[in-house]
């Protein structure tokens, strides 16, 4: 589960690929999301919490263009 992925976002929502396994969750699926500091928290239950570390993204224009995408496909509390 943890290590090294590669993360693709797109509109239908992210997909994970990892070295064990690839994982694609639609926008539907969050309920909220959270920005921290550091991070973007994508909550799928009170339980179940996404971590999109914002070090992965390449620069302000991706992180500027991620926070609108969220904006428009994810509710935020």
């Known amino acids: 589960m943890f290590g090294p992925r ?3 976002v797109n509109e239908a929502g992210i997909i994970s ?3 064990l396994g690839r994982s694609e969750a639609a926008w ?3 309920f909220k999301f959270h920005e921290t500091a550091r991070s973007f928290l994508l909550y ?3 339980d179940l ?3 999109l570390p914002k070090r992965a993204f390449t620069g302000a224009a ?4 991620f926070r609108a995408l969220l904006a428009a496909k994810v ?3």
């Open 6 to 8: 590669t993360v693709t």
């Open 17 to 19: 690929d990892h070295q």
């Open 28 to 30: 539907s699926t969050y």
């Open 75 to 77: 509710p935020q509390n």
């Open 62 to 65: 991706d992180l500027q263009e």
């Open 49 to 51: 919490v996404g971590i």
């Open 44 to 46: 799928q239950s009170a």
